[in-house]
């Protein structure tokens, strides 16, 4: 039997747009789809070959809650870079903080939240 990948993420967010500009930008992913989505709203599939998140949004004036007190809920997205410094200017060009810097084993880290405050750790493991 071979070995499951994680093909896609969905998650809600208030400007499926403005989200998946921010993760190309910050990533250099692309749209890989966009359209009309459940109960009349909009996704935008962003990644890249393989994988991407699902951004999906119904409209309108949506509430963000938080997600470690919520069985269920997502917690953060991981994406692994080859560049860490590059990636965290990108953050930082796109008007985002980046915080939680760490070494540890076996690489580097730090996180970012996006405009709706959905969590992104950003990795990078040695060559």
């Known amino acids: 039997m071979s070995q ?3 093909e896609h993420l969905n998650v809600t967010v208030s400007d ?4 998946a500009d921010t993760l190309c930008a910050i990533f250099d992913w692309h749209v890989r789809w966009k359209g009309d989505a459940k109960d009349g709203g909009t996704t935008y599939h962003v990644g890249g070959t393989d994988s991407y998140i699902a951004v999906y949004s119904k409209g309108g004036d ?6 470690y007190d919520t069985p269920g809920a997502m917690n953060h997205i991981g994406v692994v870079v080859d560049d860490i410094d590059a990636t965290e200017q990108r953050v930082k060009d796109a008007g985002l903080e980046p915080h939680s810097h760490a070494d ?3 690489g ?4 970012f939240h ?3 405050g959905i969590e992104i750790e950003v990795i990078s493991y040695p060559a």
Do not use: N, V
Not at 16 to 19: A, F, G, N, V
Not at 62 to 67: A, D, V, Y
Not at 108 to 111: E, G
């Open 4 to 6: 499951a990948t994680l």
């Open 16 to 19: 499926p747009k403005i989200t």
């Open 62 to 67: 949506m509430k963000s809650g938080g997600s």
């Open 104 to 106: 540890y084993e076996p």
């Open 108 to 111: 580097k880290r730090f996180y």
């Open 114 to 116: 996006d405009h709706d």
